[in-house]
């Protein structure tokens, strides 16, 4: 029973809800339509009308044996019958490799980054391209150059497991093929095929690596002797912190001198562009010495394991500024064990991935012809007809074309290093004498050039302003030819050793790779050297006058010297101590023409290309900090020289009084 107080209360209560609901206003009614409705113009689906194209293009999701699906675009030319499949895997966005321009046209749309569109289309062959798992539009997580399963990988998938189960679904599922497979591909893309040699698929008839990343501390993308690229590093981020690619390296000056020096470490410029939240980069810089890290995962000493059992066709470009190490290290380890006459070396004048486009020039060089066209036209499509279409009419290719620069000409050789016929490589010194001189042959001398190393103001890797790495010539992003560039802004600084031959009267030929012998100090504790073999022009060529003195570098490469003692452990250096540093330069295929000279420049820094050494031995030189950086006083012995590896007629000693190093 209420109390009369809570009778009250109740009685209050329902009267003021009555009148609120009657002085709350009611909503007002929609207003009339003003106009008719105006239907959308874009249809729901989009269906192309492709009846006039020359091809058919079917994108698929392939499962892999986990389950993980791979986005796969498979591109059939009209009316294909009993043809070859040519895959690339890749994990820079599949969709857009073969969809290069709207066309109707099979080889429009081929002509991307990294196919050779003519061959593909006058060869009739199936095009497919993937994304590998967790780029683009495939599943999956993405793992930087994803380890074979194992130690480093304790997943049972892979990229030879991921191309194995592609390829089965492949010679299943297209009625138009004749169930033979060829894998080919540049930079990453040349990485898989070096993959998928690994237990391949019995489909697999030929693999086409181009410019592959193979060691990633050894020579090619990420370290060079222990020396980081730091270049690299707005391509790691935008390759791993984002599935398709849409972060954005932030530019912050246009020379990238400015940027990299004001970070001071590269560990510090990581720091401010959030490369911290990138597993690659951490992992990156927790090991920065050749440990087991990067040599289980190094694909030269993965494939020297076991036979190559597929037709390999390896592509090396002699300028090449991401991969100039991994296919002659590849070439190197498989070719021993290679009974069965499988494996093929290409070597060509061009930069990275240049093989696919217009090979007539590089930068200021020229050649006699499109030197990229003929290699496709008598080299990559008579292999392809061979192992892809059984055809025994496509001539056989030689074991190693390579084209020699200097006489501008193609070579046909049974292996690499090789002279051909008549001739002999032999091992010859090129001493860095007093004076300024290199000589070939003759005695080591006993003195020394001297030099100051300033961190604070490193010797530029090109001419400054250096832009932003990148592949736009109108925007002076000339990226992929700099190792062609005059290298004489370099031979001019006070911060340089240079040592230069007399004119030549007789031709040098050199055929393999030039290895460094330094005997150097420094009056730090660390140090890096840098060894440049360069072609030094006449001062007039009348018929290319801005060639006139030009200062070709022909090989070239660093070292980090905390590595002296084995690239597994840094140690500091024993100051103002000689010490012997001994490195190979990357291959050459060369002929130093009479009337030029051989030089050769010595320096200790290559910025921004190259992280600063801070001359002061640190644990990681990723941390190092600001009071690490210090000047040091670099002396170059003259006991040093360069290992030429000369060809000469048989029996006959070499022109130049040369000499067998020793």
Same mark, same amino acid.
């Given at each position: 029973?209420?109390? &009369?107080?809570?009778?009250?209360?109740?009685?209050?209560?329902?009267?003021?809800?009555?009148?609120? #609901?009657?002085?709350?206003?009611?909503?007002?009614?929609?207003?009339? &339509?003003?106009?008719?409705?105006?239907?959308?113009?874009?249809?729901? +689906?989009?269906?192309?009308?492709?009846?006039?194209?020359?091809?058919?293009?079917?994108?698929?999701?392939?499962?892999?044996?986990?389950?993980?699906?791979?986005?796969?675009?498979?591109?059939?030319?009209?009316?294909?019958?009993?043809?070859?499949?040519?895959?690339?895997?890749?994990?820079?966005?599949?969709?857009?490799?073969?969809?290069?321009?709207?066309?109707?046209?099979?080889?429009?749309?081929?002509?991307?980054?990294?196919?050779?569109?003519?061959?593909?289309?006058?060869?009739?062959?199936?095009?497919?391209?993937?994304?590998?798992?967790?780029?683009?539009?495939?599943? @999956?997580?993405?793992?930087?150059?994803?380890?074979?399963?194992?130690?480093?990988?304790?997943?049972?998938?892979?990229?030879?497991?991921?191309?194995?189960?592609?390829?089965?679904?492949?010679?299943?599922?297209?009625?138009?093929?004749?169930?033979?497979? @060829?894998?080919?591909?540049?930079?990453? +893309?040349?990485?898989?095929?070096?993959?998928?040699?690994?237990?391949?698929?019995?489909?697999?008839?030929?693999?086409?690596?181009?410019?592959?990343?193979?060691?990633?501390?050894?020579? =090619?993308?990420?370290?060079?002797?222990?020396?980081?690229?730091?270049?690299?590093?707005?391509?790691?981020?935008?390759?791993?912190?984002?599935?398709?690619?849409?972060?954005?390296?932030?530019?912050?000056?246009?020379?990238?001198?400015?940027?990299?020096?004001?970070?001071?470490?590269?560990?510090?410029?990581?720091?401010?562009?959030?490369?911290?939240?990138?597993?690659? *980069?951490?992992?990156?810089?927790?090991?920065?010495?050749?440990?087991?890290?990067? #040599?289980?995962?190094?694909?030269?000493?993965?494939?020297?394991?076991?036979?190559?059992?597929?037709?390999?066709?390896?592509?090396?470009?002699?300028?090449?500024?991401?991969?100039?190490?991994?296919?002659?290290?590849? !070439?190197?380890?498989?070719?021993?064990? +290679?009974? @069965?006459?499988?494996?093929?070396?290409?070597?060509?004048?061009?930069?990275?991935?240049?093989?696919?486009?217009?090979?007539?020039?590089?930068?200021?060089?020229?050649?006699?012809?499109?030197?990229?066209?003929?290699?496709?036209?008598?080299?990559?499509?008579?292999?392809?007809?061979?192992?892809?279409?059984?055809?025994?009419?496509?001539?056989?290719?030689?074991?190693?074309?390579?084209?020699?620069?200097?006489?501008?000409? *193609?070579?046909?050789?049974?292996?690499?290093?090789?002279?051909?016929?008549?001739?002999?490589?032999?091992?010859?010194?090129?001493?860095?004498?007093?004076?300024?001189?290199?000589?070939?042959?003759?005695?080591?001398?006993?003195?020394?050039?001297? !030099?100051?190393?300033? &961190?604070?103001?490193?010797?530029?890797?090109?001419?400054?302003?250096?832009?932003?790495?990148?592949?736009?010539?109108?925007?002076?992003?000339?990226?992929?030819?700099?190792?062609? =560039? +005059?290298?004489?802004?370099?031979? @001019?600084?006070? =911060?340089?050793?240079?040592?230069?031959?007399?004119?030549?009267?007789?031709?040098?030929?050199?055929?393999?790779?030039?290895?460094?012998?330094?005997?150097?100090?420094?009056?730090?504790?660390?140090?890096?050297?840098?060894?440049?073999?360069?072609?030094?022009?006449?001062?007039?060529?009348?018929?290319?006058?801005?060639?006139?003195?030009?200062?070709?570098?022909?090989?070239?490469?660093?070292?980090?010297?905390?590595?002296?003692?084995?690239?597994?452990?840094?140690?500091?250096?024993?100051?103002?101590?000689?010490?012997?540093?001994?490195?190979?330069?990357?291959?050459?295929?060369?002929?130093?023409? &009479?009337?030029?000279?051989?030089?050769?420049?010595?320096?200790?820094?290559?910025?921004?290309?190259?992280?600063?050494?801070?001359?002061?031995?640190?644990?990681?030189?990723?941390?190092?900090?600001?009071?690490?950086?210090?000047?040091?006083?670099?002396?170059?012995?003259?006991?040093?020289?360069?290992?030429?590896?000369?060809?000469?007629?048989?029996?006959?000693?070499?022109?130049?009084?040369?000499?067998?190093?020793?």
């Amino acid at each position: 029973m209420k109390s &009369p107080l809570a009778a009250l209360l109740a009685s209050l209560f329902v009267a003021g809800a009555a009148h609120a #609901q009657a002085t709350v206003p009611a909503a007002p009614a929609a207003p009339p &339509p003003q106009y008719p409705a105006l239907p959308s113009e874009t249809p729901a +689906d989009y269906v192309a009308a492709t009846g006039d194209f020359n091809y058919v293009k079917r994108s698929v999701m392939i499962p892999m044996r986990d389950g993980t699906r791979l986005n796969t675009v498979i591109v059939v030319p009209k009316g294909a019958r009993n043809a070859p499949i040519l895959l690339t895997r890749t994990p820079y966005d599949a969709a857009g490799m073969v969809n290069h321009a709207d066309s109707s046209d099979l080889e429009t749309i081929l002509t991307g980054y990294d196919n050779a569109a003519d061959v593909i289309v006058e060869g009739g062959y199936i095009r497919v391209v993937q994304d590998v798992r967790g780029k683009y539009g495939s599943e @999956g997580d993405y793992v930087m150059n994803r380890p074979l399963s194992g130690p480093l990988n304790p997943t049972p998938v892979d990229h030879s497991t991921d191309t194995w189960d592609t390829i089965e679904w492949l010679t299943r599922n297209i009625p138009e093929s004749n169930g033979r497979v @060829g894998i080919i591909g540049i930079s990453y +893309d040349g990485f898989l095929p070096l993959m998928a040699l690994v237990n391949p698929h019995p489909a697999l008839k030929a693999a086409i690596p181009m410019n592959p990343m193979v060691d990633g501390w050894m020579g =090619d993308d990420w370290f060079h002797n222990g020396a980081f690229r730091q270049i690299n590093m707005s391509y790691i981020l935008e390759q791993v912190v984002t599935r398709a690619n849409s972060a954005k390296w932030a530019i912050s000056n246009y020379d990238d001198y400015d940027m990299y020096l004001r970070a001071g470490s590269a560990g510090e410029l990581g720091r401010r562009r959030g490369l911290e939240q990138s597993g690659f *980069w951490r992992k990156l810089v927790a090991h920065p010495a050749y440990d087991a890290f990067w #040599q289980q995962q190094a694909m030269d000493k993965i494939l020297a394991q076991q036979p190559v059992t597929v037709p390999t066709l390896l592509v090396h470009s002699l300028w090449d500024a991401e991969d100039i190490y991994g296919p002659i290290a590849v !070439y190197k380890a498989i070719k021993p064990h +290679d009974t @069965g006459n499988k494996v093929f070396l290409s070597i060509g004048p061009w930069s990275h991935g240049g093989a696919i486009g217009d090979g007539s020039t590089l930068g200021a060089l020229k050649f006699n012809g499109d030197t990229a066209l003929h290699w496709r036209q008598q080299v990559l499509k008579p292999f392809l007809a061979r192992y892809l279409k059984d055809d025994t009419s496509a001539p056989a290719i030689p074991a190693v074309t390579a084209f020699e620069t200097g006489s501008n000409r *193609w070579r046909d050789l049974p292996a690499w290093p090789g002279a051909g016929a008549g001739t002999a490589i032999h091992s010859v010194a090129l001493r860095l004498a007093e004076g300024g001189k290199a000589q070939l042959g003759g005695a080591a001398g006993r003195g020394y050039d001297e !030099y100051v190393s300033d &961190p604070a103001k490193p010797v530029p890797f090109r001419q400054r302003p250096i832009p932003v790495y990148g592949y736009d010539e109108a925007k002076g992003q000339s990226w992929p030819r700099w190792l062609v =560039d +005059d290298q004489r802004e370099a031979s @001019g600084r006070t =911060d340089v050793a240079t040592f230069v031959s007399d004119v030549l009267s007789a031709p040098v030929r050199i055929a393999g790779e030039p290895v460094a012998n330094l005997v150097a100090s420094t009056s730090g504790t660390d140090a890096d050297w840098v060894v440049k073999l360069i072609d030094v022009y006449p001062d007039q060529v009348a018929s290319q006058p801005a060639m006139g003195g030009y200062q070709l570098m022909v090989a070239g490469d660093i070292f980090r010297g905390r590595y002296r003692e084995g690239f597994g452990q840094a140690k500091p250096l024993a100051p103002n101590k000689p010490l012997p540093y001994r490195f190979g330069l990357p291959t050459a295929n060369h002929v130093f023409l &009479p009337g030029h000279r051989i030089m050769v420049q010595v320096q200790s820094s290559w910025f921004p290309l190259y992280d600063r050494n801070p001359q002061t031995f640190v644990p990681n030189i990723f941390f190092a900090q600001p009071g690490d950086y210090r000047k040091a006083t670099q002396r170059v012995y003259h006991s040093s020289f360069v290992e030429l590896p000369v060809v000469e007629a048989t029996g006959t000693p070499a022109a130049s009084n040369a000499t067998a190093a020793r």
